[in-house]
């Protein structure tokens, strides 16, 4: 079975600095997708970022950005200039491709505090 | 217009009571889950349905019975509630089969259900 692990229950991290989210996967698949999935207090889960794994360039969208190794099934998401609006819990999630119909396996989360 | 809208997004509830938690996407998706975050944020799919078929089903006691009466609609009835049941239940939708699924799922603001 797939598990997810996010060893960083809660991080913080001063307006416009940069924070590092750790995320480690399992898995005997070889194609799959990885996510990263944002939860402010409102609830609402919102996709962050997606990287597939087949593919080997870092996915990037605007202030987001992850690394992912493969082999070392690490998937790490980096915030850069942070902003009070990002405080959120951060879920890292997995995907395998072709069978799973959308069946999301997360990580337990992350508590990012944005402090000003 | 809300893409995937839940309700009622708050139930309070005696054990042993029944009750149902409607879902409704205007994406134009035709597969929709069901998720659970339990009392430590753990996210875990229930249930997922393509095209009003049942796809996954993740070990969910049978008191929990999803009905799907279209590919817009997805609702979830949960009969003789116990204390356990007490999480917030969150709705989600994509588009495409395996293989084109690319998991980006769009998830509804969640229904916390209370059960006392």
């Known amino acids: 079975a797939q598990t997810v692990t996010q060893s960083q229950p809660e991080m913080s991290v001063q307006e416009a600095e940069t924070v590092t989210l750790s995320c480690t996967y399992d898995?005997?698949?070889?194609?799959?997708?990885l996510f990263w999935y944002k939860q402010p207090p409102s609830r609402q889960m919102i996709l962050v970022i997606r990287?597939?794994?087949?593919?080997?360039q870092n996915a990037t969208e605007n202030r987001f950005s992850v690394n992912f190794q493969k082999a070392a099934k690490s998937f790490s998401l980096k915030i850069s200039d942070s902003q009070l609006g990002d405080a959120a819990m951060y879920f890292c999630?997995?995907?395998?491709?072709?069978?799973?119909?959308?069946?999301?396996?997360f990580g337990q989360g992350t508590i990012l505090t944005v402090h000003p | 217009d809300t893409a995937v809208s839940q309700t009622p997004k708050y139930l309070v509830t005696q054990m042993g009571n029944d009750k149902s938690i409607k879902c409704e996407q205007n994406?134009?998706?035709?597969?929709m889950y069901w998720y659970k975050q339990d009392s430590k944020k753990f996210l875990k799919i229930m249930f997922s349905?393509?095209?009003?078929?049942?796809?996954i089903n993740e070990t969910v006691p049978n008191r929990f019975s999803p009905k799907s009466p279209d590919k817009a609609h997805l609702n979830l009835h949960i009969n003789s509630l116990e204390l356990g049941d007490s999480a917030v239940y969150f709705c989600?939708?994509?588009?495409?089969?395996?293989?084109?699924?690319?998991?980006?799922?769009?998830f509804g603001e969640g229904s916390r259900l209370t059960v006392l």
């Open positions: 999630a997995w995907m395998g491709v072709g069978t799973s119909y959308g069946k999301l396996t």
């Open positions: 898995t005997s698949e070889s194609d799959y997708y």
């Open positions: 990287q597939e794994a087949y593919k080997q």
């Open positions: 994406l134009g998706h035709d597969t």
């Open positions: 349905y393509n095209n009003k078929e049942l796809i």
């Open positions: 989600a939708s994509s588009q495409g089969l395996a293989g084109l699924n690319t998991g980006e799922l769009f």
